[in-house]
Nanobody
Framework: QVQLVESGGGLVQAGGSLRLSCAASGRTFSSYGMGWFRQAPGKEREFVAVIRASGGTTSYSNSVKGRFTISRDNAKNTVYLQMNSLKSEDTAVYYC???????????????????WGQGTQVTVSS
């Protein structure tokens, strides 16, 4: 069982930056692939970024590529999402998720993740 707790959300002006954190419980954090998803009001949840357990390689959605950076600190059981050049369309509740799969079937699909945090609100004012 893994418990995830996000923090770092808030209100920021367009063009600004925020860093989200997701703290995980458990002693096997390094073996989990970690993803960030977001859901805006009236929209479906969408994939944002993933960092794999093996090798720590990363992938991003096209909408955030070049602006967001996902990273992890296995010693602290924490995954981060650095968000720069924020836009109003980035406004959403952001969720981190953990996948126990050795290899993702589809890292963009929420079905590959077994554990989810409660979410943190990010609001970007224009």
């Amino acid at each position: 069982q893994v418990q995830l707790v996000e923090s770092g959300g808030g209100l920021v002006q367009a063009g600004g930056s925020l860093r989200l954190s997701c703290a995980a419980s458990g002693r096997t954090f390094s073996s989990y692939g970690m993803g960030w998803f977001r859901q805006a009001p009236g929209k479906e949840r969408e994939f944002v970024a993933v960092i794999r357990a093996s090798g720590g390689t990363t992938s991003y959605s096209n909408s955030v590529k070049g602006r967001f950076t996902i990273s992890r600190d296995n010693a602290k059981n924490t995954v981060y999402l650095q968000m720069n050049s924020l836009k109003s369309e980035d406004t959403a509740v952001y969720y981190c998720a953990a996948s126990p799969l050795r290899y993702f079937r589809d890292y963009r699909s929420g079905n590959d993740y077994a554990y989810w945090g409660q979410g943190t609100q990010v609001t970007v004012s224009s």
